[in-house]
């Protein structure tokens, strides 16, 4: 099994569904991001959880919602999906007793309708 | 604002040759990361650095602090090098900032 796995891989939704990308990593790493690529602009930092109790918005928070459910989950909600949500969403974890390296899932490829 | 700025975008190149990937940051920081993101889209970590200079088999990434620019180097390229190369930056305990990547394909 992988270390970060996320679910759904692939999702097709329409405009103004609710959607939820869940994450789940046995790393054991307290640390948990939510990314976003978009051809030619890099990962951009959605939001970003350093605990079970710990969560901060990163730089495009707007239009999305995350969950903390346990050391090992962070799942990140659409609530009222629109077409510009449309692109890859990687959950990464990180430990600083490891020197902070990154260990990402394998990306949610998610395309509203 | 930390920012990262990455060249080339684009890079083909034949097999064999000698590549350099660079990154330039904006502010101080604690460490700089290298990463490879192949075709299929999942991200693995090549390096971390916060000084010097580190070696992998045919890759070898350098930093210097001081002009606050890293270096890639791919020695002897093959085509399953291909993909896109992404450099990042931390900041003492606050998430990974991402440059836009370089995309590498290598010729046969």
Redesign the interface.
Known sequence: DADVTQTPRNRITKTGKRIMLECSQTKGHDRM?W?RQDP??????IY?SFDVKDINK?EISDGYSVSRQAQAKFSLSLESAIPNQTA?Y?CATSD?RT??????G??T?LTVV | KNEVEQSPQNLTAQEGEFITINCSYSVGISALHWLQQHPGGGIVSLFMLSSGKKKHGRLIATINIQEKHSSLHITASHPRDSAVYICAVRVGNTPLVFGKGTRLSVIA
Do not use: D
């Not at chain 1, 030619?40 to 930092?45: A, F, I």
């Not at chain 1, 020197?99 to 990402?104: A, D, L, R, V």
């Open positions: 991001y990314y030619g602009l890099g990962l951009r930092l970003y990163g890859l990687f600083p020197s902070y390296g990154y260990t990402f394998s990306g490829r």
